[in-house]
């Protein structure tokens, strides 16, 4: 098949048993950034 093209989207979501809100307010944008740079990193396109 040529001149095919073929594009996947994925939504993650991060769960805990109860929903707890265990990651702190302060830790969540670096935990983003750090998360967003392995995802770069592995050459995944990433649309936040």
């Not at 001149?3 to 048993?17: D, G, I, R, S, W």
Request: glycine share 6%; with cysteine.
């Amino acid at each position: 098949m040529a001149n095919t093209y073929t594009q996947c989207y994925f939504h993650l979501v991060f769960a805990v048993t109860n929903r707890d809100a265990l990651i702190q307010k302060k830790w969540k944008g670096q935990l983003e950034k750090y998360i967003t740079g392995i995802i770069q990193d592995e050459g995944i396109n990433y649309l936040p």
